[in-house]
């Protein structure tokens, strides 16, 4: 596995996060979205796909509320130790522009691997944005054109 693997456009299959023996589904059970690894930086943006389409482009609070509930995005550019764990090699995110702010200035780490089309990433336990529930969060991705 090497870092050079990662690197491309994948396309979100599932987004569970775990806390002891309870499984939830932050976006949903079929969430969608994308993230964009480049040599450089890293791209995420993962929505609910079920969730309501605002009436207007100026949005009402209740609008609001929903849609940062409904969604995460976050860049920034990336560490990775090439070290190889059970869950893959280390990447080490330094935000530095994310939908919430509370996640500018912090680094996420996470664990990926890829195998062919498909990359699994697991997270060391970290705040989930959109529940504020401290979990270890599991997203599968396939290889997007």
Known sequence: ???????????????????????????????DGYI????????????????KTPAAATLTDPESIWLMRSHVAYTGKYDVDPAQTPDGIKVTVHVDAASNQALTGTNRVLYSHVDGNK???????????????????????????
Not at 3 to 12: A, D, M, S
Not at 36 to 51: A, H, N, S
Request: proline share 7%; hydrophobic share 40%.
């Open 119 to 145: 990359m699994s990433v697991k997270s060391s336990a970290l705040v989930v944005g959109t529940t504020g529930v401290t979990s270890v969060v599991q997203l599968e991705y396939t290889k997007a054109e």
């Open 36 to 51: 964009e690894i480049t040599p450089t930086r890293y791209w995420v943006m993962l929505i609910d796909p079920t969730r």
């Open 1 to 31: 596995m090497t870092k050079e693997q990662l690197v491309g456009p994948w396309r979100l299959v599932s987004f569970k996060a775990t806390v002891g023996d309870k499984v939830s589904y932050p976006l949903g059970e079929h969430p």
